[in-house]
């Protein structure tokens, strides 16, 4: 089994060969077709999370051993089963989800395994993606995908269920409102496309890059605004009558969510999901007499997973745009995606030309 791996945090991936892994218990072997490049694979590949004031959340220390395999947007055909395992047969092609939890702890008992403290996620705490093969622990983790071009399916597995369940927290919208997304790369634009069948506000895309804000109006936005100007805040107000309902920010830096934050209406919402890092000061008395909520959203659940699919597979969320490239090419589309080249999302094929 040949695949792509973290050798050392911060350098180069290095091509592997190991022996296919055999199945145990309920596990299921998938025979990757597709696995998409996450911009969380950056932060992964660096070895730390930046929390701000010279913090770092050192991922060694959170269990992550090298060498280690990347990947979480993982879509493959069911190539074995262990002895115990159900629900999938040998031929079976399947979306991989990835935000596994424990199966042990009160938390996953209660079905809540996103919230679990001791995850076993696929492409972040255990090998993922970036390969020929991978192992799924358990059949009900493996989605159809059933007339979706299996590398655009693959995206749906972060990219896509990030987006929707953000998107989910924003329910209480009406069509007066306005959403404000902040980054147009390949979650952002899940959102874009997403948007239409989860909320009824209006959609407003805020990105620095022309080139990404142009393919946000053809995706569906109502409007797009240059966040890097210096009246962008004044853009934004005028856009949405004194300010935007809610702010979904999908980059998670001190430009992105001060915008976010400050561009919003008495009562508006900001939804932190993007992990670029550092940290923000707050006003707490802004707080309470602006009234505004502040969260975090992080991927999605099993549950959620499912009800995107079903969406999808009906025809009612357009695909994203997405660039297939050979495994051997991981490398690059790290170093691609860190430069603010991909439009959409790369997709790794084992065995492309």
């Given at each position: 089994?040949?695949c792509?791996?973290i ?5 180069p991936?290095?091509a ?8 145990q ?17 950056l ?8 929390l ?8 060694e220390k959170?269990?992550i051993?090298?060498?280690f395999?990347?990947g ?18 040998v ?19 209660a ?7 001791s995850?076993?996620?696929l492409?972040t705490?255990?090998d ?5 093969m991978?192992i799924?622990?358990h ?7 059933d007339g979706v ?8 597995a ?29 979650v952002?634009l899940s ?37 890097g ?7 934004l107000?005028?856009l949405?009558?004194g ?5 979904i ?13 400050n ?12 992990l670029?890092g550092?940290?923000?000061p ?5 707080l309470?007499?602006?009234?505004r ?11 959620e ?49």
């Amino acid at each position: 089994m040949r695949c792509q791996q973290i050798i050392q945090f911060g350098e180069p991936l290095e091509a592997r060969e190991y022996p296919a892994p055999e199945p145990q218990g309920s596990e299921v072997l998938i025979k990757i077709d597709a696995c998409g490049v996450c911009h969380s694979d950056l932060h992964l590949w660096d070895g730390y999370f930046d929390l701000g004031g010279g913090n770092k959340l050192d991922l060694e220390k959170r269990g992550i051993n090298l060498p280690f395999t990347l990947g979480h947007e993982i879509v493959g055909e069911v190539a074995a089963l262990g002895p115990d395992a159900e629900g999938v047969e040998v031929g079976d092609k399947r979306i991989v989800f990835p935000w596994i939890g424990c199966g042990e702890c009160a938390l996953c008992q209660a079905g809540k395994e996103l919230y679990c403290n001791s995850p076993v996620t696929l492409g972040t705490r255990y090998d993922g993606g970036y390969a020929e093969m991978v192992i799924a622990p358990h059949a009900k983790y493996l989605v159809p995908y059933d007339g979706v071009p299996k590398e655009l399916a693959c995206t749906y597995a972060c990219s896509g269920l990030t987006a929707y369940s953000a998107l989910k927290k924003l329910t209480h919208l009406t069509e007066d409102d306005h959403v404000v997304i902040i980054g147009a790369g390949g979650v952002g634009l899940s959102a874009v496309q997403i948007a239409s069948s989860v909320i009824k506000a209006k959609v407003i895309v805020a990105d620095i890059d022309e080139t990404k804000r142009s393919i946000a109006r053809q995706s569906g936005a109502d409007e797009t605004i240059d966040n890097g100007a210096e009246d962008a805040l004044a853009q934004l107000s005028a856009l949405t009558g004194g300010g935007a309902a809610a702010a979904i920010d999908f980059v998670g830096a001190p430009v992105t969510a001060n915008f976010g934050i400050n561009g919003l209406r008495k009562g508006g919402t900001y939804v932190c999901v993007g992990l670029y890092g550092d940290a923000v000061p707050l006003s707490l008395p802004m707080l309470p007499l602006g009234m505004r909520t502040i969260m975090g959203s992080y991927v999605g659940t099993l549950e959620e997973m499912h009800e995107l699919m079903a969406l999808v597979r009906e025809g009612k969320i357009a695909p994203i745009p997405y660039e297939v490239r050979p495994l051997e090419d991981a490398n690059n589309a790290l170093l691609d995606l860190r430069a603010g080249k991909i439009e959409g999302r790369v997709v790794l094929k084992p065995g492309a030309a």
